[in-house]
């Protein structure tokens, strides 16, 4: 039984050492793997994730959308808020609602995202310059106009309220966070 064991962890060893003798680097090998070297396995198929779940591509509140209700913004990868020196986000009980980054230029008006209906919504500030998005931003798109109120001060890291408002109604999302950096 002992010679078993021994015979048995010898073939183990043999066979975990056997890449490191090839002189192949970890680059080689991701190239041999991604080329199709080396059999005829079948390419999976699937599907992509579709674009517009993670790109703003509309600054207007989907038809039969609710724009008070503002959803978690998720994968925001491909979104575009342009060229900024600073982002800041609203969020409540830990989930992002709005994400807003502005140029430290008074003349360039802040961009910023929100999610309705599913859909990524651009929103443009009301004002320009970075201030204006750390101080707290009124944002708007079609349909829809968000506005941040965040506690007084300069720390990175403050409560806010959320305003939302269309169709002449308003909801307050109160004791949310505005993070800014």
């Given amino acids: ?3 078993l064991l021994t015979i048995s962890a010898a073939v183990l060893l043999a066979a975990c050492s056997q890449g490191e003798d090839t002189g192949e680097s970890g680059d080689d090998f991701a190239a041999r793997v991604g080329s199709g070297e080396g059999g005829d396995a ?3 198929t699937g599907t992509a994730a579709p674009a517009e779940s ?3 591509r509309t600054s207007a509140v989907p038809a039969g959308a609710n724009p008070l ?3 978690k913004l998720g994968n925001i990868a491909r979104v575009d808020l342009g060229a900024s020196d600073g982002r800041c986000t609203f969020s409540k009980d830990a989930v992002e609602m709005l994400l807003v980054a502005a140029p ?6 802040g961009k910023g995202v929100v ?3 599913g859909e990524l919504i651009n929103l443009s500030a009301e004002e320009g310059g970075l201030g204006a998005v750390y101080g707290g931003p009124t944002m708007t ?3 829809v106009t968000v506005r941040v109120v965040p506690a007084a001060g300069n720390d990175a890291l403050r409560t806010a309220d959320l305003y939302v ?3 002449d109604e308003q909801r307050k999302i109160a004791g949310g966070k505005w993070a800014c950096g």
């Fill in 69 to 71: 209700q503002l959803e």
């Fill in 104 to 109: 430290d230029d008074t003349a360039v008006m």
């Fill in 141 to 143: 798109a079609e349909g």
């Fill in 115 to 117: 999610r309705i209906g």
């Fill in 1 to 3: 039984m002992r010679t």
């Fill in 165 to 167: 408002a269309a169709n």
């Fill in 42 to 44: 079948p390419v999976p």
């Fill in 54 to 56: 993670t790109m703003a």
